[in-house]
């Protein structure tokens, strides 16, 4: 999810800590509890401060290893060992309990977006991405400033934020029995699909979707159970060439590779280098593909420079490669 919701869910279990006696009994337990979840709600995303670095970087390790089983184990305790001494008559064991619901909540909703999360390193560094919820979702967003300010009016923090716990637990099941109609829809328009990838937007309704079946890829949205292709593509392979080969060693292109599972490719010859350019297919915004890694090589398949992240005109690409435009 996005900075902000996750804000509010931090506060949000601050205030369903009230339902806990232990919390309530101990002053200095509550307000510990409240900055320990604040805290542990943000934790696993301190790596968006690899942006800093450069987008490969971050995009090869954004919710990586600080969204594993490890570092859901360690977070709390480094959250609890932060807070203590400012606190030495908490209850340790609740300020624990609640840091870690803080921190397993993060990772644990992370899973539904598209983007999705290595939640299950060490075992596995498959990305966990269920596609049922968008990164920012009015609603749940919505719905927690709303249990804020009903506790700023003198609502009893805990019942409140239990029931829209409740409610969003009903959205939750809701938004995945639309996203199998969707399903059932797509596989209607191609039935031949070997895969599908659906993606939330911020409407309600409407979803974009990434279809492949053994010769072509399809791009389009679903807008209630009604399905539109917008794009085709043929499926063609990666070939072998020395130029393709060369870039592929970049670490852009790597980091690009590592985290595109649909993506195409083009190649183009100029009079003094080869550019290579690969374009994630799940995104596809206004007629535009933004999501690129492009690699520039001269004719000795040297690389010049690259780039991976998100363009939005090719004029701003070309200013990111340090090349006039035009």
């Known amino acids: 999810m996005d900075t902000g919701t996750h804000v509010v869910m931090g506060l949000a279990l601050g ?12 002053t200095a337990t509550a307000s510990s509890v409240l900055i320990g979840t604040i805290i542990g709600s943000q934790a696993p995303d301190i790596d968006t401060l690899l942006k800093l670095k450069n987008n490969a970087v971050y995009i090869r390790n954004h919710r990586g290893i600080t969204h594993s089983i490890p570092a859901v184990l360690m977070w709390p305790i480094a959250i609890v060992a932060l807070i203590y001494p400012f606190f030495p008559d908490v209850n340790l064991l ?11 909540l993060h990772v644990f909703v992370d899973i539904f977006n598209a983007y999705g999360t290595q939640a299950l390193r060490p075992f596995s560094s498959k990305w966990v991405a269920l596609g049922i919820i968008n990164t920012f979702d009015p609603f ?8 804020l300010l009903l506790w700023a009016l003198g609502a009893h923090p805990g019942y409140t934020f239990l029931a829209i716990y409740a409610v969003i637990l009903v959205y939750y099941i809701i938004r995945f029995q639309y996203q199998q109609m969707i399903l059932k829809a797509v ?6 699909a070997t895969e599908i990838i659906i993606a939330p937007t911020m409407r309600f309704h409407q979803w974009r979707i990434a279809v492949m079946n053994k010769h072509q890829f399809f791009v389009g949205v679903a807008y209630k159970n009604q399905v539109s292709i917008f794009d085709r593509f ?3 392979p990666i070939p072998e060439s020395p130029v393709l080969q060369a870039a592929k060693k970049d670490k852009n292109l790597s980091a690009f590779l590592s985290f595109s599972p649909v993506y195409r490719w083009e190649l183009d ?16 915004s206004n007629g535009h593909y933004p999501f690129v890694a492009v690699v520039q090589l001269d004719k000795n398949l040297k690389i010049l420079r690259s780039y991976t992240g998100w363009i939005f005109s090719e004029e701003k690409l070309r200013k990111k490669l340090d090349i006039i435009h035009g």
């Not at 010859?269 to 596809?284: A, H, K, P, S």
């Open 187 to 192: 596989k209607k328009v191609v039935p031949d």
């Open 269 to 284: 010859e100029y009079d003094d280098y080869y550019e290579v350019r690969f374009i994630d297919l799940r995104y596809r």
């Open 234 to 236: 043929n499926r063609v």
């Open 94 to 104: 609740h300020l624990w309990i609640w840091t870690f619901a803080a921190v397993f």
């Open 140 to 147: 749940i967003f919505s719905i927690h400033v709303m249990g």
């Open 15 to 26: 205030g369903l800590s009230t339902l806990d006696p232990a919390v309530m009994e101990n």
